[in-house]
Each structure stands twice: as C-alpha cells, then as structure tokens.
C-alpha cells in the first residue's frame, strides 16, 4: 500500500498543476551576441532595475523588477535560433512570475525598440546558394530568343560605352584626355595665324 501510495504523490508532483507563472517571449532579428549588451543597459540604465546575476555564454539575466514600492523577481533569457531564411535571431524570454503578462509584454515591446535604436536595422538574410553549372546566378535564356540581341545590361554603342564608363569612374566629360600611358594630356588648341 505504502508503494502506491508513493507512486500516486510522484505522479501528482510530476504531471500534476505546476504554478502558473508569467512568461512571455518575442523574438529579435538579432543574434544574441548583438543584443547582449543592449539587454544590459536596456535592465540597468533605460529601466534602472538591479541586476542580480548574468552569464553572456548561457544567455540569461536576473534581476529585480522595481515597482514603485515593491520589487520582484525577474529574468530573461535569449535563445539562439536560425530563422527560415537562415538568419541568426533571438527568442527573448522576460519572466517576471508574480506579476500579470502584461508588464513583459510591455518590457519586450520597449526592449525591441531599444534594441531598432542601439542596433539598427537587421542583417539581411543570407544570399540563396548557387546552382550548380549556372556561374552568373541567373535564370537560363530562353529557347525563342534572339542570339544576335545584345545581352542584358550592354550599352547599345561605343558613345553609350565611354559614357557608362565616365560615370563608373566618376570622370567628368570635361576630364583632361589620358593618353596610352595612362598620363594625362594637356589640352591643345590651335594658334591663330599671324598675316605677313
């Protein structure tokens, strides 16, 4: 009896209602090498909660939620994950267990602004592979096309070319002529003739 009794209490304390504590998540463009920092002076500065204990490599943060008067407990974790596009981001965790959810929304909802401001705007997401056999990344030609019509991007003549490159270079057309060697020319006009 005393063996089901046992067993009846574990089952109750594993699988039975565990307390149900706030925890609210939002998740950041941002690695969490990023946004280490900007959590810390977003808790200590921005906020002026004391922070109690943090530990970059494992990616969390305790520390008090200072409400005029009382003071709570509070953590937050960040989460490394990969986006669907391949980009590194962070899953905030903000728990803060005797007050209502409302309060980390709010504190996520201020942190990700803080986190657009300090950061800036997002990595782009990492460039799709190469297929194999297609060098220039571009889609195939198609089958109708005309072979003789000059490819895409082409300056249609040499004038159209030398302009193109000018504006590449930054060249004015008014830039002093270079000859072959690279050196420039002076400019030459011709004299007027003297009548005898």
Do not use: C
Not at 31 to 52: G, H, N
Not at 121 to 149: F, I, T, V
Not at 153 to 176: L, V, W, Y
Request: net charge positive; proline share 10%; no cysteine.
């Amino acid at each position: 009896m005393t063996v089901l009794k046992h067993l009846v209490w574990l089952i109750l304390l594993m699988g039975g209602a565990q307390p149900a504590w706030a925890r609210s998540s939002a998740d950041f463009p941002y690695a969490p090498a990023q946004l280490w920092s900007t959590v810390i002076r977003f808790l200590r500065v921005d906020q002026r909660f004391p922070v109690l204990e943090k530990d970059k490599d494992a990616g969390y943060v305790l520390f008090e939620y200072v409400d005029e008067t009382k003071v709570y407990k509070a953590s937050v974790e960040l989460v490394p994950f990969r986006e669907s596009s391949g980009r590194s981001a962070s899953r905030v965790v903000m728990t803060v267990p005797d007050l209502p959810r409302h309060v980390e929304a709010v504190l996520l909802d201020r942190l990700m602004k803080k986190a657009k401001d300090d950061i800036g705007s997002p990595a782009p997401p990492p460039g799709r592979p190469r297929k194999e056999g297609n060098e220039r990344d571009e889609e195939p030609a198609d089958e109708g096309r005309d072979r003789n019509a000059r490819p895409k991007g082409e300056p249609r003549d040499r004038d159209a070319r030398d302009r193109e490159d000018r504006e590449r270079k930054d060249i004015s057309p008014n830039a002093p002529v270079r000859g072959a060697d690279g050196l420039p020319r002076l400019p030459t006009r011709e004299l007027p003739r003297l009548q005898d």
